[in-house]
């Protein structure tokens, strides 16, 4: 199986807490996120979300994703079925380096033919759309 994997790590200067906390409230991230709003569900082992995600040079659409995995803290990881030859990983992962600084990383996993094809035809936006994400999340997290 193909898998195509585009991520963007950056440091910020909070604590792991605070940026879990920023992720952990879905109905939050239309005032941070840039690319992923009307978020609801539950942060749960197999739990279901439902989102809007609207990315720069692709069209709006809505998303039905179930969580993967998640720790508090740590990451929070959303899969999604695309079609018989395309699923998606959509994650966030917090790295607590010392107190009060962190790597924070986000990005998508393609897999599936379809999948490297969708990567290859659209890296660009999907890199400007997790860089936006990761600058973001840094700045409402530093703003504390």
């Known amino acids: 199986m193909e898998i195509a994997r585009i991520e963007k790590r950056i440091g910020v200067r909070a604590p792991a807490d605070r940026i ?4 952990a409230d879905l109905p939050a991230w239309e005032r941070w996120n840039p690319i992923e709003t009307g978020v609801e569900g539950a ?25 993967g995995e998640w720790q508090p803290n740590a990451q929070l990881v959303w899969a999604e079925k695309r079609g018989l030859w395309f699923s998606s990983l959509r994650y966030f992962e917090i790295d607590e380096i ?21 990567f290859d035809r ?4 999907l890199r400007a759309a997790v860089d936006s994400v990761a600058e973001s999340l840094k700045s409402v997290a530093e703003q504390t």
Do not use: D, Q
């Not at 879990?20 to 992720?23: K, N, P």
């Open 43 to 67: 942060i749960a082992y197999g739990g279901s979300l439902a989102l809007t995600e609207t990315i720069s040079g692709l069209p709006e659409r809505r998303v039905a994703a179930r969580v």
């Open 98 to 118: 010392e107190p009060g600084s962190c790597i924070f990383a986000n990005g998508f996993i393609f897999s599936g033919l379809r999948g490297e094809m969708h």
């Open 20 to 23: 879990w906390e920023i992720l």
């Open 122 to 125: 659209h890296r660009k936006a």
